[in-house]
């Protein structure tokens, strides 16, 4: 492994990519914008809204989103949301890497669900960024377009049915469960939340 974490032989070139970073936070913008610099990514398009980043989406070819999950007016979640159902057709299915500020399970839940690649907790360093960025361009998950669900596929090994959901397995659990209290997750808990696993049927 090489000093950033990444594969010795791995080389990217990010020189021609097109990136797309939405935080309203200016200073925390203005970070993630000089990381990318770092990265020798120069054609960057910056947002300080979701619904400007939505604009921004119609109007350019993109390579890469990177967004906040918690912002006023429209949250990172509804922007992918919108992303993946509502975008131009040949946008719809651009990469997403979430940051959050308080990566407790449920966030890092709602990233998932609601079609995101990844989903990184704040603050990180460049090394970190940029393993994310080389894992979004290695990822084979297929896109999956259902009802109640559009994005990378996200499924893992079964946990039983849904909360309130009868399970259709002699081994699912049934019993209720209580509203839970925990700490955020730390970022390889994370990773391992995002990682696809085999399915077990």
Not at 17 to 39: H, I, K, T
Request: positive net charge.
């Amino acid at each position: 492994m090489s000093a950033t974490g990444l594969p010795r032989d791995v080389r990217m070139n990010l020189e021609r990519s097109v990136v797309l970073l939405v935080d309203d936070n200016p200073q925390a913008l203005e970070l993630l914008s000089a990381m990318f610099r770092g990265f020798g990514v120069h054609r960057q398009v910056k947002s300080t809204s979701a619904k400007d980043a939505q604009n921004i989406v119609k109007s350019r070819e993109l390579d890469l989103i990177v967004i906040d999950t918690a912002m006023p007016g429209m949250s990172g979640y509804d922007f992918v949301r919108w992303l993946r159902r509502e975008a131009p057709e040949d946008a719809r299915f651009t990469p997403v890497i979430m940051l959050t500020g308080h990566a407790a399970r449920a966030t890092v839940e709602s990233s998932r669900d609601c079609g995101a690649n990844f989903i990184l907790a704040k603050p990180f360093t460049p090394e970190v960024l940029l393993q994310r960025i080389y894992w979004v361009a290695k990822d084979e998950r297929q896109i999956v377009c259902c009802e109640t669900y559009v994005g990378p596929d996200r499924r893992f090994k079964n946990m039983g049915p849904p909360l309130g959901k009868k399970g259709r397995r002699k081994d699912d659990l049934t019993g209720k469960l209580g509203v839970a209290k925990e700490p955020n997750m730390v970022q390889d808990e994370i990773d391992a939340l995002m990682r696809p696993q085999k399915v077990q049927l």
